[in-house]
């Protein structure tokens, strides 16, 4: 599924963000990626979306080199990755309804198919009832939900979600890591990124370190190092 293999990604003034990462994700993982800030963690997710190309090394996704996507397919190849964000980024000038549907109608894909399956991903993460609301008049809780939706939306075999319990409370933050590890018991692969220890030691799942542009730590049923 995901195959990091040797990875440097330099910064401009020289210093790596990574060096020499290698690790590989299979097909239905739960994975956390863990360190502190500046260990590299938003590069290893920039280089899975493609918005940055590694230095040296390889990054595989679904059997992909992605340094050697050509810029007029990284759309496509975007489309079978979800990504959730710890602001939500949300579309305030528009309903529950519209926000999901936008991550279709961007791709393309015709209304008919929308009418059907933006009901039913707004089912799958709760939110059902108010899909004519505004995010603006959500909770913090469900403004993710609505997030989580809109990256579900297109049927993605890879969810990436970077802090997205950072803005939410206890509890809604207990609901959101049930939600994503509900997601992943259906076949999705999930990637999430965090800060929050008490969420990695509670869930037991597979735990990647990052410190300093390197892995330091790489635990199938670990805790926050």
Do not use: W
């Not at 590299?40 to 390889?58: A, D, F």
């Amino acid at each position: 599924m995901i195959i990091f293999d040797n990875v440097t990604k330099m910064y401009e003034t020289g210093t790596p963000a990574l060096n020499g990462v290698s690790f590989k994700i299979n097909s239905g993982e739960f994975v956390f990626i863990v360190g502190n800030s500046g260990s590299g963690k938003s590069t290893i997710i920039k280089l899975l979306t493609r918005e940055l190309n590694s230095t040296s090394g390889r990054v595989v996704v679904n059997n992909k080199i992605l340094g050697k996507l050509r810029r007029k397919n990284i759309a496509k190849y975007r489309r079978g990755i979800g990504v959730i964000f710890q602001d939500f980024r949300l579309l305030n000038d528009r309903n529950v309804y519209e926000n999901v549907a936008f991550a279709q109608r961007v791709t393309g894909v015709a209304m008919s198919r929308i009418r059907r399956q933006v009901p039913a991903v707004l089912s799958v993460v709760g939110l059902a009832e108010k899909y004519k609301a505004n995010p603006k008049h959500l909770s913090g809780g469900e403004q993710q939900r609505v997030a989580i939706a809109r990256a579900l939306v297109n049927n993605p075999s890879i969810l990436l979600a970077d802090e997205p319990t950072g803005n939410l409370d206890p509890k809604n933050t207990k609901e959101i890591m049930s939600l994503l590890e509900e997601i992943n018991k259906k076949g999705t692969t999930v990637i999430v990124v965090t800060h929050n220890r008490e969420v990695v030691d509670s869930m037991k799942k597979r735990v990647i370190t990052v410190h300093k542009g390197t892995i330091v730590g790489d635990e199938r049923r670990g805790g926050y190092k």
